[in-house]
């Protein structure tokens, strides 16, 4: 452990700020052990759900439904609130993101027009 001498402050306080963020790093990261013990012992799949405006219970079990079939497990939908989003659904689950948002449609557009164009 480094000892520091005389008043110096800001190096007192960037210390426990530091010390701070490793004990929140290390409780994010139990946190995420957590979840995927519980994914594993109930053999379900958590989709995030990001919306511009939030979706009704049936929304999302229609959602869950789709997914399921999709990945051929038991999945829950969570739904994520984010006003930049215009319109459409953005979906996570595990490593794949399914964009079908109003951002993400132009962006492919985008793209197929610059491919077009070469």
């Known amino acids: 452990m480094v000892n520091y001498s005389g008043n110096n402050s800001k190096i007192k306080k960037l210390i426990k ?7 929140q790093t290390k409780g994010e990261e139990k946190a995420l052990e957590a979840i995927n013990l519980w994914q594993k012992q109930n053999k379900t799949n958590i989709a995030t759900v990001i919306s511009a405006v939030p979706l009704s219970e049936d929304q999302l079990q229609t959602i869950e439904q789709q997914l399921s079939l999709m990945t051929d497990d038991k999945v829950l939908a969570v739904n994520k609130i984010d ?19 109003l951002a993400g449609r132009l962006q492919q557009f985008e793209k197929k027009v610059r491919q077009f164009n070469d």
């Open 17 to 23: 700020l530091l010390k701070r963020l490793d004990r």
């Open 83 to 101: 006003k930049q989003i215009l319109g459409g659904l953005k979906i996570i689950i595990g490593s794949k993101i399914i964009d079908s948002t």
